[in-house]
């Protein structure tokens, strides 16, 4: 369908199930297709936000004919925090996997992620090839390549950076200061508002307190730090991330223009990076949170790619 064909639907959450892993139950959202053999969905959220920033597109991707699952990462949402205490890209990576594979028994998938989820799909695409059919990824981490990337803004502003520096950096500290509910809702609320990470307006009250209010939980919250943290420090990973280059993995390229803390030529960045791609397409009057700022943007061009 066009752009203008898909329908704007209210954001609906669905049927929680559990998935009972080594060490960590991971919650998700799983919608089928009546349609037999349809190609499997996987939406995988980032940072500051669960499962929820999907609710948009969960139900027109079903009616389009695929089978959707959309996990909270281990520390989000629904899940439980981890028994080993990691929350690196290897450690969620290594998650989806067995949600996908061996608990729901799924061959092969096709992944979606933007934020944290754009490294974890990417770490799994290269870990194995053979069970990702396709991606599409939006404003989202990047391995570097200085001469592909020659030319290209590759850093966001200085001045947006303070929160990855004092999450990654100085988390107890933080963490102790959000000492209340209140606060920690107050300071996730500030992602969503007033620090350019998302289109003006793109969110209003009731909306930006919904996809705050997982954050609440103190221990969530502190467990979410973990990942920056391990950017600066070692002990933080299970293992070091492949992140490199992809030149298998057919690659659906989206970029939310608006977004101020992702790099400024996040789109020529991603074609280096991703051999095989279609894109990059770029979404005017959209920043950070693709499927919720620009849900039908992301549901044609999803589509299209998939046929």
């Known amino acids: 369908m066009a752009l203008g064909q898909w329908p704007i639907v209210p954001p609906v959450e669905f049927k929680t199930h559990l ?67 990691f929350y690196d890209v290897v450690t969620h990576a290594h998650d989806m996997e067995t949600l996908l594979f061996s608990h729901l028994s799924l061959s092969s998938v096709v992944l979606i992620g933007g934020d944290l989820g754009g490294p974890v799909i990417q770490e799994m695409a290269l870990r194995s090839p053979e069970r990702i059919e396709n991606m599409v990824v939006f404003n989202s981490p990047l391995p570097m390549d200085k001469e ?55 969110f209003n009250a009731e909306e930006i307190e919904w996809h705050v209010e997982p954050f609440q939980d103190a221990a969530k919250l502190r467990a979410s730090f973990t990942n920056y943290e391990s950017a600066f420090d ?50 005017e009057n959209c920043g950070h949170f693709v499927p919720w700022e620009a849900p039908q943007e992301l549901l044609m061009r999803t589509t299209e790619f998939l046929r």
């Open 19 to 85: 998935a009972h892993l080594d060490g960590v139950t991971i919650a998700y959202w799983h919608e089928r297709s009546s349609l037999p053999n349809a190609q499997t969905l996987v939406c995988v959220h980032g940072w500051p936000e669960s499962k929820r920033i999907f609710a948009r597109v969960v139900q027109p991707l079903v009616d389009a004919g695929f089978n959707v699952v959309v996990p909270d990462l281990r520390g989000f949402g629904d899940s439980s925090l981890g028994a080993d205490g």
């Open 148 to 202: 592909r990337m020659a030319g290209m803004r590759t850093r966001p502003p200085v001045e947006v950076m303070d929160y990855f520096i004092r999450q990654g950096t100085d988390a107890d500290a933080l963490a102790n200061e959000l000492d209340t509910p209140g606060k920690r809702a107050a300071y996730i609320a500030t992602f969503y508002s007033t620090r350019l990470w998302a289109h003006p307006g793109a």
């Open 234 to 283: 070692e002990s933080r990973r299970t293992t070091r991330p492949l992140y490199g280059r992809n030149t298998r993995t057919p690659t659906l390229i989206l970029f939310g223009t608006s977004d101020h803390v992702i790099y400024p030529d996040f789109d020529l960045m991603a074609a280096t990076v991703f051999e095989n791609h279609v894109g990059p397409y770029r979404i």
